[in-house]
């Protein structure tokens, strides 16, 4: 069956623009996740949902980011007035129980 | 919190050689374990899990066997090809997350 897929692969975007990152998890997951993954950080997560909700956003480094999910499937993740330190890639992932199967991600540069 | 804990530094190795990449882990109660896997400019692969104790996760010839004596989950294979080159990374769940080690850099040079 389809994967998570994640769009864009790839995003090129000046400093202070916004931009959003979207997901589709694999059909039938409850929950999702955001990760982020730059150079000398490792993966570090962000949000997780469990349908449409967010019980837990500790994750979230400033309040540039934001992220919802509707219908209990496709999230976007939202990164306002984006800065340099945001250059990474943003992982998403989905589940039912304990194992999470993740997308390809999206490759953000801002320049 | 729950936490796992990657031997430090790239490994480099010959095709056909032997692989072991460490990784211990601290947890309450007996959490699934993982190792996941990364090729280059792709996302992460679910490698091979274990549920519990002295379970042995498999895949692909890779092997990782869940030791609560030892608190250790120690990935290994065999004889390795150049394409197992990749990042290699040991989770554990908790807290409403995957908390993952820091990752293996596996290079094989044919």
């Known amino acids: 069956g389809a994967g998570v897929s994640q769009s864009p692969s790839n995003k090129v975007t000046e400093k202070g623009k916004d931009v959003e990152l979207r997901c589709d998890p694999i059909?039938?997951?409850?929950?999702l996740y955001w990760y982020r993954q730059s150079l000398g950080q490792g993966l570090e997560f962000l949000i997780y949902?469990?349908?449409?909700?967010?019980?837990?956003k500790s994750g979230l480094p400033s309040d540039r980011f934001s992220a919802e999910r509707t219908g209990g499937s496709v999230s976007t993740l939202t990164i306002q007035r984006t800065q340099q330190e945001d250059s990474a890639v943003y992982l998403c992932?989905?589940?039912?129980?304990?194992?999470?199967?993740f997308g390809p991600g999206t490759r953000l540069l801002v320049l | 919190g729950n936490s796992v804990t990657q031997m430090e530094g790239p490994v480099t190795l010959s095709e056909e050689a032997f692989l072991t990449i460490n990784c211990t882990y601290t947890?309450?109660?007996?959490?699934?374990l993982f190792w996941y896997v990364q090729y280059p400019g792709e996302g992460l692969q679910l490698l091979l899990k274990?549920?519990?104790?002295?379970d042995k996760g498999s895949n692909k010839g890779f092997e990782a066997t869940y030791r609560k004596e030892t608190t250790s989950f120690h990935l290994e294979k065999g004889s390795v090809q150049v394409s197992d080159s990749a990042v290699y990374f040991c989770?554990?769940?908790?807290?409403?997350?995957?908390?993952f080690g820091k990752g293996n850099q596996v290079v094989v040079i044919p």
């Open positions: 992932a989905s589940s039912t129980r304990e194992t999470q199967y």
């Open positions: 059909s039938g997951h409850t929950a």
């Open positions: 949902f469990q349908g449409n909700s967010a019980p837990d």
């Open positions: 947890a309450t109660g007996y959490p699934s």
């Open positions: 274990a549920t519990k104790a002295d």
């Open positions: 989770a554990l769940p908790g807290n409403n997350r995957l908390a």
